[in-house]
């Protein structure tokens, strides 16, 4: 029951903290802004933030719905094509020789530029939308995919091949519990750059979207709508992050940040 305490009020002092914190940077932005009269357009006020975007909040459920799907559809298209292709990289020394030049290509190209020929090929929409966001998120989850499936213990693989187990039981029972940390870990990488992906998307071609929405603020001089659309993108971005930490804590339960030594077999 005391360590229990000792953690809760860890907790409580850690976070309070943070809301400390963030309170006074905004009390200061604040008064900034009221004492030496700043333009709106230039620096709004956190109250101007609040208001203005309050004004809209009859159409932010539907550009954040939609940004909100770019991303997870992105985010889950990354997952079921990115891992597969690591495990075809770390199986087969031929592929790997193969894909990895272009997924270097890939990953060399700006996003930026790559969006309008993606849009061009597919069209506007959501569907373009998961395919930048999900190209974006794409090359760390192969990557440190392939380097958790190589990590293992080499001394492990030999115990295995002297039990003479097959070669999907190795890769079910030890290679993909052995590389569940490294695939979080890319995890949660990958779905705050579906984020940028999915705001690209909708920056390039989109008629809805917070990203959408940012372009058509920045074009009518409304500075304060626009601070508000990037705190729901920060929002959503930490969200997604934390939803992806407690899927690892939820199937990773004997791996700890503390503890880096992967499961015993």
């Not at 008064?31 to 030496?36: P, S």
């Not at 079921?80 to 990953?107: D, E, M």
């Not at 959503?236 to 990773?252: D, K, N, P, T």
Request: proline letters at 6%; one cysteine or more; glycine letters at 6%.
């Amino acid at each position: 029951m005391a360590a229990v305490d000792t953690t809760l009020r860890r907790t409580l002092i850690e976070y309070g903290q943070t809301t400390l914190a963030v309170v006074v940077l905004l009390v200061g932005w604040e008064v900034l802004c009221n004492v030496l009269s700043v333009p709106k357009w230039l620096l709004p006020a956190p109250s101007q933030i609040a208001a203005d975007t309050w004004e809209i909040r009859a159409v932010l459920p539907m550009h954040f719905g939609a940004t909100l799907a770019a991303v997870v559809g992105g985010f889950v298209l990354a997952i079921v094509t990115g891992i597969p292709i690591a495990v075809l990289v770390v199986y087969s020394p031929f592929l790997r020789r193969v894909i990895f030049p272009f997924l270097l290509t890939l990953q060399s190209v700006p996003k930026v530029a790559l969006a309008p020929l993606l849009l061009l090929w597919i069209g506007y929409g959501l569907h373009s939308n998961m395919i930048v966001a999900a190209t974006v998120a794409f090359f760390p989850i192969v990557i440190n995919t392939a380097t958790g499936l190589e990590s293992v213990d080499k001394e492990l693989l030999e115990l295995t091949r002297s039990l003479d187990a097959s070669t999907a039981r190795v890769f079910w029972c030890v290679r993909l519990p052995w590389a569940l940390p490294y695939i979080f870990s890319s995890l949660k990488v990958a779905i705050t750059l579906a984020v940028i992906g999915a705001v690209v998307a909708e920056f390039v071609g989109s008629d809805k979207g917070l990203g959408y929405l940012i372009l058509t603020s920045s074009g009518a001089m409304k500075t304060s709508v626009m601070f508000g659309v990037l705190l729901l993108l920060s929002l959503l971005g930490i969200a997604s992050f934390y939803a992806v930490a407690w899927a690892e804590r939820r199937l990773c339960p004997w791996y700890l940040p503390t503890n880096t030594d992967p499961p015993a077999i």
